[in-house]
């Protein structure tokens, strides 16, 4: 047996690439990436990982053409009212990262992921963590832009006297960052075969494992994602320290 990350964070890269490669349009792209995260999401339940985070859309993707980010936002919405039930059901929880109430957000897009995050969460309140899921999606969401603002944050804060900037800790900036209450992920993967994070969880990947693949997100089968849980169980993890120094083994 070989160690399973908590948390696994995905760059969900490739989906255009994939159209293109049958000839459909890119929407079909995003519609057949759609249904590759539920299947994901069923085979990381079933490896036992408990917690996901999903890299849907950025806020440089607000540079896109105007029909293909009405159909990635449309995507994202249908695949929110039909994971809701599905979510319950299964006692996981979803969480929304980004600023969903930005105003190029649709409001049936809002409401649908308020719906999803606020259900999912009151269906598993009294579930205990260690059996629940947690699927984090990142929604109009970029690293830099939740640093900035969790920074603006914390100096309101400070102004008011609530905290003494002279003691304050990693922790207390994490507090007022989006991804607050939910653990580092142990593992980034990027699909499609670039290899950069694309302001992706800037803060929390410190120490993360990085894993880069070719495979398109639609692709990303369970054989191939088994492939990277076998891929980390494989890792040492020094977290800066010697071989033999604070080392975990993935």
Same mark, same amino acid.
């Given at each position: 047996a070989f160690a399973i990350p908590k948390h696994i964070a995905f760059i969900c890269d490739g989906n255009s690439r994939w159209a293109t490669k049958f000839g459909l349009p890119a929407s079909a792209g995003h519609a057949a990436g759609a249904n590759g995260l539920l299947n994901c999401l069923k085979t990381l339940k079933k490896a036992g990982v408990q917690?996901? $985070?999903?890299?849907?859309?950025? $806020? !440089?993707?607000?540079?896109?053409?105007?029909?293909?980010?009405?159909?990635?936002?449309?995507?994202?919405?249908? $695949?929110? &009212?039909?994971?809701?039930?599905?979510?319950?059901? !299964?006692?996981?929880?979803?969480?929304?990262?980004?600023?969903?109430?930005?105003?190029?957000?649709?409001?049936?897009?809002?409401?649908?992921?308020?719906? *999803? !995050?606020e259900g999912t969460w009151s269906a598993a309140a009294d579930v205990n963590d260690d059996t629940c899921? $947690?699927?984090?999606?990142?929604?109009?969401?970029?690293?830099?832009? #939740?640093?900035?603002?969790?920074?603006?944050?914390?100096?309101k804060q400070i102004i008011k006297g609530n905290l003494d900037p002279e003691k304050i800790t990693e922790s207390d900036?994490?507090?007022?960052?989006?991804?607050?209450?939910?653990? !580092?992920? #142990?593992?980034?993967?990027?699909t499609g075969g670039e290899k950069r994070i694309s302001n992706f969880l800037l803060w929390d990947?410190?120490?993360?494992? &990085?894993?880069?693949? #070719?495979? *398109?997100?639609?692709d990303l089968n369970e054989k191939e994602l088994n492939k990277i849980l076998m891929w980390f169980g494989s890792r040492s993890r020094r977290f800066g320290g010697r071989k033999g120094q604070h080392e975990v083994e993935a």
């Open positions: 917690y996901c $985070t999903m890299y849907g859309f950025s $806020t !440089e993707n607000w540079k896109r053409d105007d029909k293909e980010i009405k159909d990635i936002l449309a995507v994202i919405e249908q $695949t929110a &009212l039909k994971f809701h039930h599905k979510a319950i059901q !299964e006692n996981i929880r979803v969480k929304i990262l980004g600023d969903i109430y930005d105003p190029r957000v649709p409001l049936s897009l809002q409401k649908a992921l308020c719906l *999803l !995050e899921f $947690t699927v984090c999606i990142a929604i109009n969401y970029g690293g830099r832009h #939740d640093i900035v603002k969790a920074s603006v944050n914390m100096a900036f994490g507090a007022f960052l989006c991804t607050c209450g939910i653990p !580092e992920p #142990d593992l980034i993967v990027r990947i410190a120490y993360s494992e &990085l894993f880069f693949t #070719d495979v *398109l997100w639609p």
